[in-house]
């Protein structure tokens, strides 16, 4: 089984619909982040979370929200989803330590028409 | 402001050639360094990361990585690509919040 688990792994849906995408992880790490992937930009953060008391923004967060429910799991919802947030979506997981790597999963596709 | 810069977007190699992806950073101080892969469907794998101490960092899949302060740079190589290499490849640094900046991306594409 995979460390890193996202689900769905591909998901196509309307205009205006909330969406929650879902990560769970068995490493056992602190950290927790999600990111998205658009082509020609890279990934960008959207938030992290250091522990299930803890949730920071990153780069973009506006529109989206998370919740970290136990140590294995971090969830991110669009609360009404429009087209431009169409991308791949990543969860990672990573010690806590400025030199530990961040470990992913394999993404959700996600299309808003 | 610290920013991370991979000048080339896609890159087009034989197989059996060598590779260089290049990676460069802006910042005051030394960052956390880190190169990662992508292939097609899958997320993101570690292929090396470098801390501290010699410059020239080993990985996985027979990559290699040098840190070059002066040049601010993190540059990948390879001696000799193989098919299974095609895939995109990402440097990430971590200015010292336990938080990874990302470079947009080299595409590399393997032709026979």
């Known amino acids: 089984d995979a460390d890193v688990t996202q689900t769905p792994r591909n998901r196509i849906t309307k205009t205006g619909k909330r969406i929650m995408l879902e990560c769970s992880q068995t490493?056992?790490?602190?950290?927790m982040y999600w990111y998205r992937q658009d082509p020609g930009l890279g990934l960008r953060l959207i938030y992290y979370?250091?522990?299930?008391?803890?949730?920071n923004k990153g780069e973009i967060s506006d529109g989206y929200s998370v919740s970290r429910q136990a140590q294995a799991k971090f969830s991110l919802s669009l609360e009404s989803a429009i087209p431009n947030q169409t991308a791949l979506y990543f969860c990672?997981?990573?010690?806590?330590?400025?030199?530990?790597?961040?470990?992913f999963g394999d993404g959700t596709r996600l299309s808003i028409l | 402001a610290q920013s991370v810069t991979q000048p080339d977007i896609h890159i087009t190699v034989s197989e059996g050639a060598s590779l260089e992806l290049r990676c460069n950073y802006s910042?005051?101080?030394?960052?956390?360094l880190f190169w990662y892969v992508q292939s097609p469907g899958q997320g993101l794998q570690l292929l090396l990361k470098?801390?501290?101490?010699?410059?020239l960092v080993q990985g996985i899949k027979g990559f290699e990585a040098e840190f070059k302060r002066s040049q601010s740079s993190f540059n990948l190589r390879k001696p000799s690509v193989h098919w299974s290499d095609a895939a995109e490849y990402f440097c990430?640094?971590?200015?010292?919040?336990?938080?990874?900046?990302f470079g947009t991306g080299t595409r590399l594409t393997i032709i026979p």
């Open positions: 990672a997981t990573s010690a806590s330590g400025w030199d530990q790597p961040q470990h």
């Open positions: 490493k056992g790490h602190d950290r």
């Open positions: 979370s250091f522990d299930v008391k803890d949730i």
């Open positions: 910042y005051g101080a030394t960052p956390y």
């Open positions: 470098y801390f501290s101490g010699d410059t």
């Open positions: 990430a640094f971590n200015f010292g919040n336990e938080k990874l900046t």
